[in-house]
């Protein structure tokens, strides 16, 4: 069994940090925006009451906006610390007069806005929240809906172009629903992190009708996750973007999103998109899911019919080290994937346990199951295990393009209509074990070449494992002709790995995959698969009544890993969260400088 994690005895620092925080909730104030002048319901515009409202606030009140509709004619500022809460989506209803700019813009660090709805009543809005230089916030159960006008968003973070200094960073929008956002504009879009907006969380958000797509980062906004959102009408007047992080959004986490069209993932690295689900029964979209990038991960997902292609690997930029497992594709109307190498090509990845199925026939296209085409560039390196290519209206795979070093083996390439596998282009194949049968053509290309051995890829872990445990993979893979040059993991939660050993702790109990793929240094690879059962932590020791602040007896570098929850975003916690979150900055900045790593 794992060893628990010891208990920390708090220091008196951090316990005067707590009487800090709970003192800045019992002496925060509410304000009403009514007490200062807003009517509900009436013909009046309510922005200088609203503003009044929040000038006679300081960082940790609560400027509150009661039941009713509440005219706004133009944008309304947000200080630092501010929480400006409303009644709930369905009650309080703040609506736009104004003639252009940004609805609510938040002009400070640590800003809650959440339980209330910006209406902008069709006319044009830049933005229904925009924020810039800060950091901190919590965005949650708003609705933004109505925004007419050219390139019009529902929440917008961004720093400085193209310096990418000044971001919006470490901050949450959950909850929210967006939409009808500037549906004539080929700009119009949902939620957009851009210029070093780093670090934000979007979570469980509803975006419904745009001109161009639903969430967005761009430009060197890294860290970014996206769990767990549903976006439907995405691209009404342009291009159909479900999700996008394109321009060096490294290390991005896409999770278990229901989309109508396009998960993109261009130029942004060591990135996961895991249990996405990309379907749309009314109407067709260019793409499922397309990868640009290196070292990434994309498993589970499902793209179910309206896209012309499933997956897509393309474009100038060098493409390698990608792992696809358990995807399936079904129904589209040109390919089921297609890798088309262009400028630097496409190079090493791992197919394992992919079906791709019942791609139609079209006035354009011919239904080809998996597709390898070229731009002037080549593929090398590619592995097949384990794949279903089946029930498509052409070939099953089809190596229209140039291709070399392939290796194929244990995949199902059945009832396809015309050939199941075309003929071979390269001089490198090793193809054994596979079915091909009930196809317009069964045959099979001829093993040949390859003098180079595949490596074995192999690693050890925990079997077991309770939540927030920190484990370690050990990678233990080999290649008796040569070296590892190069190792991709999937760990089942959290972004792909590059590491020869990394560690994790696991958020949420369950049981998790973990799959590592070692290339050789010629570009022949390996895949080594475990499973780890993570378990519930034990319930917590109870935290001690913090006692009347004393002058500190003891370092107070001496006892360290005390950690405060503030409670969830997606909630409002209660807690004067503005200040109580720059209370708590402050405090870890001066108590912890030795917490442990995994904090």
């Known amino acids: 069994m794992?060893?628990?994690s010891p208990i920390r005895r708090p220091t008196r620092l951090a316990l005067l940090c707590?009487?800090?925080?709970?003192?800045?909730?019992?002496?925060?104030a509410t304000i009403d925006i009514r007490s200062h002048g807003a009517v509900p319901d009436d013909a009046t515009d309510d922005a200088a009451a609203i503003r009044r409202a929040i000038a006679a606030a300081t960082a940790g009140d609560a400027v509150t906006i009661p039941a009713g509709r509440f005219l706004v004619s133009g944008a309304i500022g947000i200080p630092a610390g501010i929480r400006f809460l409303g009644a709930g989506q369905a009650a309080s209803r703040l609506v736009w007069t104004g003639g252009g700019g940004d609805f609510l813009t938040i002009?400070?660090?640590a800003v809650e806005i959440a339980a209330l709805t910006l209406d902008g009543a069709g006319r044009a809005v830049n933005t229904g929240i925009f924020a810039y230089s800060s950091r901190g916030h919590s965005i949650h159960h708003v609705t933004i809906q109505d925004i007419a006008g050219d390139g019009g968003l529902g929440i917008r973070f961004t720093g400085d172009a193209p310096s990418a200094a000044n971001g919006v960073t470490d901050s949450t929008i959950a909850d929210c629903t967006i939409r009808n956002i500037a549906l004539a504009s080929e700009w119009g879009g949902?939620?957009?992190?851009?210029?070093?907006s780093s670090r934000n969380r979007v979570l469980r958000n509803i975006v419904d009708g745009t001109g161009r797509g639903g969430i967005f980062g761009n430009d060197d906004s890294t860290d970014l996750v996206v769990i767990g959102n549903t976006v439907t009408?995405?691209?009404?007047?342009?291009?159909?973007?479900?999700i996008e992080l394109w321009g060096r959004c490294h290390r991005g986490l896409i999770e278990d999103n229901r989309i109508d069209h396009w998960l993109s993932l261009d130029s942004s690295d060591f990135s996961a998109l895991r249990r996405n689900t990309v379907a749309d029964p009314t109407g067709w979209g260019f793409l499922g899911l397309e990868v640009i990038a290196q070292d990434v991960v994309v498993v589970d997902n499902l793209v179910d019919g309206g896209q012309d292609i499933g997956i897509s690997i393309s474009n100038h930029a060098a493409n390698k080290h990608m792992f696809f497992g358990s995807n399936t594709v079904r129904g589209m109307r040109a390919f089921?994937?297609?890798?088309?190498?262009?400028?630097d090509g496409i190079s090493r990845l791992y197919f394992y346990k992919n079906r791709i199925l019942d791609t139609q026939v079209t006035a354009m296209y011919t239904g080809r199951g998996f597709l390898f085409n070229s731009g002037g560039a080549k593929t090398t390196s590619v592995v097949f295990e384990a794949n279903e290519f089946s029930g498509n209206r052409d070939h099953g795979i089809d190596w229209l393009g140039d291709a070399d070093q392939v290796t194929a083996f244990g995949n199902r390439i059945t009832n396809n209509t015309a050939v199941g596998v075309t003929g071979y282009p390269g001089v490198d194949l090793d193809w054994h074990d596979n079915v091909v049968s009930g196809n317009g053509d069964n045959g099979q290309p001829t093993p040949r070449g390859y003098a180079n051995r595949a490596p074995v890829a192999s690693f050890?872990?925990?079997a077991t494992a309770t939540v927030g445990q920190t484990i370690t993979c050990t990678g233990m893979s080999t290649d008796t002709d040569g070296s590892i040059s190069h190792v991709l993991w999937d760990l089942g939660a959290g972004i792909a790995r590059i590491e020869t050993s990394p560690a994790i702790a696991y958020q949420a109990a369950g049981t998790y995959r973990i799959t590592l793929i070692a290339w050789d240094d010629r570009g022949r690879a390996a895949r080594a698969e475990r499973s780890i059962v993570v378990g519930s932590a034990p319930p917590?020791?109870?935290?001690?009544?913090?006692?009347s602040p004393k002058a500190p007896s003891e370092d107070p570098d001496s006892a360290t890993d005390v950690a405060a929850d503030t409670g969830s975003p997606s909630t409002g916690c209660g807690l004067g969260a503005g200040l109580v979150a720059l209370i708590a900055l402050a405090c870890a900045r001066g108590g912890n400088r030795r917490a442990s790593a995994d904090q």
């Open 2 to 4: 794992p060893t628990p």
């Open 18 to 28: 707590l009487s800090l925080a709970f003192a800045a909730q019992a002496s925060a």
């Open 107 to 109: 002009q400070g660090n």
């Open 190 to 196: 949902g939620i957009r992190m851009s210029w070093g």
């Open 233 to 242: 009408r995405s691209g009404l007047a342009s291009t159909r973007l479900g």
């Open 336 to 343: 089921g994937a297609q890798m088309y190498a262009e400028g």
């Open 460 to 462: 050890t872990c925990p």
């Open 540 to 547: 917590p020791t109870p935290t001690p009544t913090p006692e």
